[in-house]
C-alpha cells in the first residue's frame, strides 16, 4: 500500500499542474499543444484525468487517462521490467588438490556450461587432513582451470586459502546487448538478404542443332 501512495505522489494530475500550457498525448489523441485550462477542460469532457508524465519536457507532456489505470500500468511495467533482469547464480565447483584428468574435464565441461547461462562459478579446492600441505598444488590447478575458461569468463578474485579450502571465483564475460533495429533498416535488410537468382549459363553447344562439322568450334 505504502509503494502505491509513493508512486501516485510521484506525478502531479488535474489541479496539480500549475504550467501556462502543455503537450497532450493519450490513446486515439493528436498529441497537440494546448492550455492547461484547455487541457483539462478536454480530460474532463473525456471523463479521465489529466496526467503530468514529462515534467521536463518543453512544454511538459500529459497523457489523459484515468489515474487509477495510469498507476496500474506503471506497476506492471515494472514487474515486467524486473522479471527480464538476469539474476546470477553462483554455482560451486568443488576439487580436490590431486584431482584426475577425467574428472577435472567433466568439472570444466559444467563450468563451461554455467558460465555460458551467466552464471558465475566458485571454485575450489577443498584440503582434507594432511593433504593441506599440497596448497601449491592446489593454487596450479584452480589457474590451469581459470585458464582452460577464459572464452567463457574472466577471475574476479585469485586463488585465496581460506581455512581448508582454497577459493577462486569465475564471473561470466559480459555480452554486449545490440541496439534495436529500426524498420527502415529491418526492410533494407530484407533487400540484402534476399538471394539473387543466378541465371543459367547458356552454352552455344546446346543452343547448336545443325549437324557438327569437325574442326569447327561453335562456343562463344
Given at each position: 500500500m505504502k509503494k502505491d501512495n509513493k508512486l501516485k505522489d510521484t506525478y502531479r494530475v488535474n489541479g496539480q499542474i500549475r504550467v501556462p500550457e502543455v503537450r497532450i498525448v493519450g490513446d486515439n489523441i493528436?498529441?497537440?499543444?494546448?492550455?492547461?485550462g484547455r487541457a483539462r477542460q478536454m480530460a474532463e469532457d473525456m471523463g479521465v484525468d489529466l496526467v503530468e508524465i514529462s515534467p521536463n519536457a518543453d512544454p511538459p507532456v500529459c497523457r489523459l487517462i484515468e489515474f487509477s489505470k495510469f498507476i496500474y500500468l506503471q506497476k506492471k511495467h515494472a514487474k515486467e521490467v524486473k522479471a527480464k533482469q538476469v539474476k546470477v547464480e553462483v554455482k560451486e565447483i568443488r576439487f580436490g588438490p590431486q584431482t584426475d584428468d577425467h574428472d577435472y574435464e567433466f568439472k570444466l565441461k559444467h563450468a563451461k556450461?554455467?558460465?555460458t547461462d551467466g552464471d558465475k562459478v566458485k571454485a575450489y579446492v577443498f584440503f582434507k587432513g594432511r593433504s593441506i600441505l599440497f596448497k601449491e598444488q592446489g593454487e596450479v590447478l584452480l589457474l590451469r582451470f581459470a585458464q582452460d575458461l577464459e572464452e567463457y569468463g574472466k577471475v574476479e578474485s585469485m586463488p585465496t586459502l581460506e581455512?581448508?579450502?582454497?577459493?577462486?571465483?569465475?564471473?561470466?564475460?559480459?555480452?554486449?546487448a545490440k541496439p534495436m533495429k529500426t524498420a527502415e533498416e529491418l526492410e533494407s535488410e530484407k533487400v540484402i538478404d534476399t538471394p539473387v537468382k543466378k541465371q543459367p549459363q547458356k552454352k552455344a553447344k546446346k543452343e547448336y542443332t545443325g549437324p557438327k562439322v569437325e574442326g569447327e568450334d561453335f562456343d562463344d
Open positions: 493528436e498529441s497537440q499543444v494546448l492550455s492547461i556450461s554455467f558460465l581455512g581448508k579450502r582454497m577459493i577462486m571465483f569465475i564471473a561470466p564475460k559480459k555480452v554486449i
